[in-house]
């Protein structure tokens, strides 16, 4: 006996027929139709237990489909397939209240498990939102690799809640970007964005920064001040770069997190919050803790929902879609139009970028601005690029000769910090893990996530590469080689 009858719409006859050839072999019982004219039939008849299909069908748009199912039919599971990738197909598909949105091309056996957890009833019933009308152009995040749709399927979950959101993604991934995202398709998008940078603030100011103070609170206090939850009250604050948080600072944003409450500096008197909290860091905060820099129930507090964001050399396929929306930026602001040749993208691609997108991007309006040509060619593309390579043989005398002078500098700041007193046991594991943990991302980055090839390059065992990446919890990402 079928487990249920899934309705399949899609007007590409192979998608349909390798969805019913899965659905079927998984024990379900699929019915295929390429326009949406049907599917809204069967729908309408009371068949199907979960829809599958497409956006773009030859007569109607699926996102103006999905309403009359839903109102028809509001607990019909309906699960969005796409080839446009982006993050407002993502973002469109919870709104319309889509059971889960599945970029182009999708993993079958992935397809087969969204299905089960569909008709089991887990998962989330999107409460709908109504994003900004916003051109794809205009969207904050540019990509359709694999990378960029795993980062797109959570914001579209992450918009339909209020979890408390840890970013963690180095300098230049675009961490603020996706903070906005969240506030600016969420439930709080009517309320105030404020952002704050931890690591811009000097340390005796932080807590007045966040939570304000009363007149006369210090030197130089004249009058009350409101702090950044006050004026995030009923929106999102975005707290950057956590990891830079003096400690008795977390001890008073925990307080915050635990009772929903805070005072002033200088005040008595409870304060009533209601913001949701978006964090940030480029640091390894496990390692922050094991230092004892960080706190641990604090990380656990702000750790609900973690979500990280790819480098630039994690996700090169993508930097062709994105050089081309800078240049279109650059033309509307009066730059020219300019078009780019494949070899200069491919060119492109082999750069570490060790500033990810935010490098890229002013790299592209640079060269953008100091060329007249309307064509970038690879040979103007390689000229830049020396440019910004380190030069050879002109290290200053103050930088490091090595990763043991960088090590033994490092160290002698550390003990530094702590005074008169000792930091806290375990200090020859912490720097052994420390070390560790970049030399294997880097290996793995650099061999485009095979493990094979990273572990001869390492000089390691196969099987002691992957112990060691599963103990340092480092996330591997397989991009082909070029």
Known sequence: MARGTILIADDDSAIRTVLNQALARAGYAPRATGNAATLWRWVSQGEGDVVITDVVMPDENAFDLIPRIKKVRPDLPIIVMSAQNTLMTALTAAEKGAYEYLPKPFDLSEVVAVVSRALAGQGRRPRPVSPSDMESEELPLIGRSTAMQDIYRALARLTQTDLTVMIQGESGTGKELVARVLHDFGKRRQGPFVAINMAAIPRELIESELFGHEKGAFTGAQTRTPGRFEQAEGGTLFLDEIGDMPLEAQTRLLRVLQQGEYTTVGGRTPIKTNVRIIAATHRDL???????????????????????????????????????????????????????????????????????VRELENFVRRVGALYTQDTLTQQIIEQELIEVLPKRGTQSETEPKDISELIERHL????????????????YDRVIRQVEHPLLSAALAATRGN??????????????LRSRIKALDIRVFRTPMS
């Not at 973690?306 to 650059?330: K, M, S, W």
């Not at 002698?412 to 200090?427: H, M």
């Open 451 to 464: 493990q094979i090839r990273a572990a001869e390059l390492l000089g390691l065992n196969r099987n002691t």
């Open 286 to 356: 496990r390692n922050q803790i094991l230092q004892g820099l960080f706190r641990e129930d604090l990380y656990y507090r702000l750790n609900v929902v973690p979500l990280r964001l790819p480098p630039l050399r994690e996700r090169t396929e993508d930097i062709g879609d994105l050089v081309r929306h800078f240049l279109r930026q650059a033309a509307r602001e009066g730059l020219g139009q300019k078009s780019i040749e494949t070899a200069a993208i491919d060119r492109l691609k082999t750069h570490p970028w060790p500033g990810n």
């Open 412 to 427: 002698a700041q550390y003990f530094a910090g702590f005074g008169k007193e000792l930091p806290p046991p375990g200090l």
